[in-house]
């Protein structure tokens, strides 16, 4: 994949893995579009890489979501990177009384959105040169963690998406990639990680982002980084072992 002098949107990309991405992205010489929910997020992530260009979008929202790809086909007719990386990530027992308010929600950002997006998205991409289209899954779609079962299978789920959809898209010209996360020291989940996870397994999100943007330019269509390479071989084989406390 060519990393310079792309028209790039990443959702999410005000904080976390989606920020560290654009700010490297942006240095690349790239023209750089973050959406988020928040507009104070998108400001502070703009004052930092004064380049991004920001947009204030609820991506699992049809109305705001369809604003935003109206004013991308009007104002940045030259998209051709959607790096769909938005996500929120919740505990849950089915143990606790009202644990799946907010079901709905996590399954929208995570993985019903992003299908919207691509969709809504096609025509554009497609009219350009070199598109593609990039899911961030995560290491739990192989493995999961329990207490985190909406989340993992959302991410289990934008996995199988992206394979069906590399598979549609074969003879478009579209490349779908998949970037598959470890856990990355961010505020996903409130920010909160075992010691355990923490002292053995943990990466900065700028860490991370330079090892995806090598992977990228090496054309990799499944980027995994750190710990995802063991779930991704080893599966369900190490299910009671990361499931342990």
């Known amino acids: 994949m060519n990393l310079t002098d792309n028209t790039i949107l990443i959702t999410g990309g005000a904080?976390?893995?989606?920020?560290?991405?654009?700010?490297?992205?942006?240095?690349?010489?790239?023209?750089?579009?973050?959406c988020g929910r928040r507009q104070a997020a998108l400001a502070k992530a703009q004052a930092a890489v004064p380049a991004l260009v920001t947009?204030?979008?609820d991506v699992a929202d049809s109305g705001s979501r369809q604003a935003m790809v109206k004013w991308l086909n009007s104002h940045q007719p030259t998209l051709n990177v959607l790096i769909n990386n938005?996500?929120?990530q919740h505990r849950r027992s089915f143990w606790e009384s009202g644990a799946f308010a907010s079901l709905d929600?996590?399954?929208a950002i995570n993985f019903t959105a992003p299908i919207h997006l691509i969709s809504e998205l096609l025509p554009l991409l497609h009219r350009q040169r070199d598109a593609v289209i990039a899911n961030v899954s995560s290491g739990l779609a192989f493995v999961p963690?329990?207490?985190?079962?909406?989340?993992?299978?959302?991410?289990?789920?934008?996995?199988?998406?992206?394979?069906?959809?590399?598979?549609?898209?074969k003879e478009s010209g579209i490349k779908v990639v998949e970037i598959v996360p470890p856990i990355v020291d961010t505020d996903l989940g409130g920010g909160r990680r075992s010691?355990?996870?923490?002292?053995?397994y943990m990466m900065s999100a700028d860490d991370f982002a330079a090892e995806v943007l090598c992977q990228l330019e090496a054309d990799k269509n499944e980027v995994l980084v750190g710990?995802?390479?063991?779930?991704?071989?080893?599966?369900?084989?190490m299910f009671e072992r990361m499931n342990s406390h």
Not at 15 to 26: C, H, T, V
Not at 195 to 200: F, G, H, M, T
Request: glycine share 8%.
């Open 55 to 57: 947009q204030v979008c």
């Open 105 to 107: 929600q996590e399954v």
């Open 227 to 237: 710990t995802s390479v063991n779930t991704r071989t080893q599966g369900e084989a």
């Open 145 to 169: 963690i329990a207490e985190l079962p909406v989340y993992s299978a959302t991410k289990a789920a934008l996995h199988s998406l992206t394979l069906s959809l590399r598979h549609q898209l």
């Open 86 to 88: 938005a996500g929120v």
């Open 15 to 34: 904080s976390g893995i989606g920020f560290a991405l654009a700010k490297r992205l942006s240095q690349r010489g790239n023209r750089v579009i973050i």
């Open 195 to 200: 010691a355990r996870a923490a002292q053995q």
